[in-house]
């Protein structure tokens, strides 16, 4: 083929694009397609787009017959299909958007020769009908002999689904001869396409389809189905959500509509209100919309078709309500609403799987086989042994989600339908109980972790189960259990300080001491530890030393000295910050004697390094340097990375102040690397403040200024503050020698360059606490 040729299709497009008057992204807007695609095509970085892909170009420029015409037979390799090709297949009433490389994949599957069975499986509403139909269309060209489309639903006998195959194909059965016999020699040597949509309650008739891929070399079947139809040769294809919204927190215009779900649910908007418009005011409700539906195609048309009357915003208040009640009529019965189509799911399902789906439902974020185990199991009804069993059932039937870190989760609309089952099903509050005991054993055992050599591995699996944790605290609070709240709230106190949590962490035990009654003294004095821990982040300093005095006072009337020695410790550390070294060198020295007794070497190191801040400030600059040798040899010892990372940060303080550039600078990237390594954000926020401000001193400037604007945007984001007099002083004199150096607009350029580098956890969705 020659240059010319090759490049036709490309140069085509572009002329009917700029005849039409439209930009590459409004003519992707109107396909469906992203403007990059649209590049591609024009450049001829792709040059055999899909049928399904030329239609809706075609469609996007309203071309007449010719034109369309024309345009198909440009694409090299493809022709017009031609009249004598029989192509049995519905047409859709709407176009199918989001899903250009599903239909690349299946497409190029349908393509290989040895697949001759392929299922698309996926939950109720994931859009594997619509997918089908137009993979299958877009396949029309391999298969000469042509496409036939067997609707299975309205079937309820596995016996029937040969005899409906070979009716669709206009076959009856004649001297004796079945229909499996009289299919099979009808398409025994035919390249043709059979579409059988919606196999999943008729499983048992899979081997009948087996032995007709096996006698007849022809055909190959496209099959649509909840759960594999478990056959030889049977080539699987799970069919995910649309792709999400990056984020819901004030997104752009343009990130919903790029995405696939959001551009989804705006066209099915326009479609029901032509006034609709996506603009910056409910682009957060449309995002969040797509993300509470989980980039569900059927739901996402749901909702979207009650914009009617209610706009985005208000929409989101309702949409439980919206997706119970059924407006389009042209759709299946199972379809009119998103729990007629898990209903549907639901029925398919044995007694004990039944028993496990609704019981899981009490997991939010996702869950572990342990977890599962502990939660599921109990009754007769579902053994321990029996979980792995059942819960791959569930994943086959795509009810469950099945991660490669075996970790299994539910989409959020099917989560919200399990719960209503576990609610009706008289057996709530038991599971819940499970759950919130699942979830406080775990986090005890994680406790005395998360300041040692495996803190790493149990901060990110805490991270994991942030959700569930959070769901257990909301729960135990909601019936009164404010005691176990609370000691939660103790075991998690690191978790939370050291991954920025640091508001919510002290809402949850604001609302434990709400609950007086039910704490006992050691309930009480572990609410009152953890706020002060936290509250000091945050800048709020006098309950960081009164909260941190009545948890010491309580700590002693019940004799606990494991919680006696972090009061003291916070206590010593508040009266360091108010300038009272005399009793901040007491407190703190009884905390490392606490802890020294308890055998805690990441708890005396920690003392250790404040005790030498003391000093330090008190002129004893030798007796420092002592302090932070013995702490920061006691830590390395201990594997205590989370405590290395702060003493190495203090040291870097105490260089500063003595002029020592070179050293505050190691020891402040060294800091920053293990803050980066724990998704330390505090010590993380301290690092780059203090490197910006070395840097400043250092005359680099625009540097200078990018670290101290993204220091900036990781404290708004944990809500944290600069405590410490001394340090806030440093960080303004380190501001006000940057501006000295740079020009304002040199300084906004750079300093906004720095705010723009978010963490990578604040571009993510962050579930707020209750």
């Given at each position: ?156 006998n596995a016996e029937l689904v040969v005899p409906t195959v070979a009716r669709s194909l206009g076959l009856r059965e004649s001297g004796g001869e079945t229909s499996h016999e009289a299919l099979c020699d009808f398409i025994r040597d035919k390249r043709l396409l059979l579409v059988l949509d919606n196999f999943e ?218 719960r209503e089952r576990l609610e009706e099903s008289g057996e709530a509050e038991k599971i819940w109980w499970r759950h919130a005991a699942f979830f406080l054993k775990l986090a005890e055992r994680g406790a005395p972790e998360l300041t040692r050599s495996d803190q790493a591995a149990w901060l990110e699996r805490l991270g994991r189960e942030h959700d569930n944790l959070r769901a257990a605290l909301s729960w135990l609070l909601q019936r009164g259990d ?289």
């Amino acid at each position: 083929m020659s240059p010319e040729q090759q490049s036709s299709f490309g140069r085509r497009l572009r002329q009917l694009r700029e005849v039409g008057g439209l930009t590459q992204e409004e003519l992707a807007g109107r396909a469906g397609l992203t403007p990059n695609a649209i590049s591609d095509l024009e450049r001829d970085r792709r040059r055999r787009p899909y049928p399904h892909t030329v239609r809706s170009l075609a469609d996007a420029l309203s071309l007449s017959e010719d034109e369309r015409a024309a345009l198909v037979s440009a694409v090299p390799g493809r022709s017009a299909p031609t009249a004598t090709l029989e192509v049995l297949l519905p047409a859709p009433p709407t176009p199918l958007l989001g899903r250009e490389r599903e239909l690349g994949e299946v497409g190029d599957l349908l393509r290989r020769p040895e697949v001759r069975m392929l299922t698309l499986t996926g939950m109720g509403g994931v859009g594997k009908t619509r997918l089908a139909l137009e993979a299958a269309r877009d396949a029309a060209d391999l298969f000469p002999d042509g496409v036939a489309f067997v609707a299975l639903e309205p079937l309820n006998n596995a016996e029937l689904v040969v005899p409906t195959v070979a009716r669709s194909l206009g076959l009856r059965e004649s001297g004796g001869e079945t229909s499996h016999e009289a299919l099979c020699d009808f398409i025994r040597d035919k390249r043709l396409l059979l579409v059988l949509d919606n196999f999943e309650h008729l499983l048992e008739a899979a081997s009948e389809i087996s032995r007709l891929i096996e006698a007849c070399p022809g055909p190959t079947v496209l099959a649509t189905s909840r759960a594999p139809l478990h056959i030889r040769g049977e080539q699987e294809y799970p069919v995910p959500p649309l792709r999400l919204p990056a984020s819901t927190r004030s997104p752009a215009r343009d990130e919903v509509v790029n995405s696939p779900s959001g551009h989804l649910f705006v066209e099915r908007a326009r479609a029901a209100s032509p006034s609709f418009e996506l603009d910056e005011r409910n682009a957060a409700a449309v995002a969040s919309i797509c993300w509470h539906l989980a980039g569900l195609p059927l739901a996402l048309e749901l909702a979207a078709a009650k914009t009617r009357y209610l706009d985005p915003t208000t929409l989101l208040s309702r949409l439980d309500r919206a997706l119970s009640v059924g407006r389009e009529r042209d759709l299946p019965d199972r379809q009119r609403t998103m729990r007629a189509t898990l209903d549907w799911s639901h029925d398919l399902l044995s007694g004990p799987e039944q028993a496990l789906f609704r019981r899981l439902s009490a997991f939010t974020g996702g869950f572990s086989l342990e977890a599962a185990e502990a939660v599921g199991a109990g009754e007769e009804e579902v053994g321990s042994e029996d979980v792995l069993e059942l819960l791959g059932d569930l994943v086959e039937q795509s009810l469950v989600t099945a991660a490669k870190d075996a970790r299994y989760g539910m989409l959020e609309p099917v989560r919200q339908y399990a719960r209503e089952r576990l609610e009706e099903s008289g057996e709530a509050e038991k599971i819940w109980w499970r759950h919130a005991a699942f979830f406080l054993k775990l986090a005890e055992r994680g406790a005395p972790e998360l300041t040692r050599s495996d803190q790493a591995a149990w901060l990110e699996r805490l991270g994991r189960e942030h959700d569930n944790l959070r769901a257990a605290l909301s729960w135990l609070l909601q019936r009164g259990d404010a005691e176990r709240a609370a000691h939660l709230g103790w075991d998690l106190k690191w978790f939370w300080y050291i991954r920025g949590h640091l508001a919510e962490g002290t809402r949850w035990m604001e609302r434990a001491l709400a609950h007086e009654d039910a704490l006992t003294l050691t309930g009480r004095a572990k609410a009152l530890t953890v706020i002060a821990g936290l509250v000091y982040s945050q800048g709020d300093l006098h309950r960081h030393a009164a909260f941190a005095e009545e948890g010491a006072r309580l700590a002693r009337e019940i004799e606990d000295r494991e919680l006696l020695a972090m009061a003291t410790y916070l206590g010593g550390h508040a009266a360091f910050v108010r300038g009272d070294l005399a009793r901040a060198a007491a407190l703190m020295g009884e905390s490392e004697t606490l802890y020294r007794t308890l055998g805690d070497e990441p708890g005396t190191g920690l003392a250790l390094t404040v005790l030498g801040q003391i000093a330090l400030a008190g002129g004893d600059a030798a007796r420092a340097e002592r302090l932070f040798d013995e702490s920061e040899e006691l830590l390395r010892v201990s594997g205590s990375w989370w405590n290395l990372t702060t003493n190495r940060s203090i040291r870097a303080i105490t260089t500063e102040v003595q002029g020592d550039d070179a050293q505050t600078i190691a020891l402040l990237q060294e800091s920053l690397a293990l803050a980066l390594r724990l998704r330390d954000t505090q010590n993380a926020a301290y690092g780059l403040e203090g490197l910006a401000g070395a840097l400043a001193m250092m005359g680099q400037g625009p540097r200078a200024a990018r670290l101290f604007g993204a220091a900036v945007t990781l404290r708004d984001w944990t809500g944290s503050a600069i405590g410490f007099a001394t340090l806030h002083e440093l960080y303004e004199r380190r501001l006000e020698t940057l501006r000295a150096q740079l020009d304002a607009k040199t300084f906004e350029a750079a300093w906004s360059e720095g705010r723009a580098m978010s963490p990578p956890a604040s571009r993510r969705v962050r579930p707020r606490g209750r």
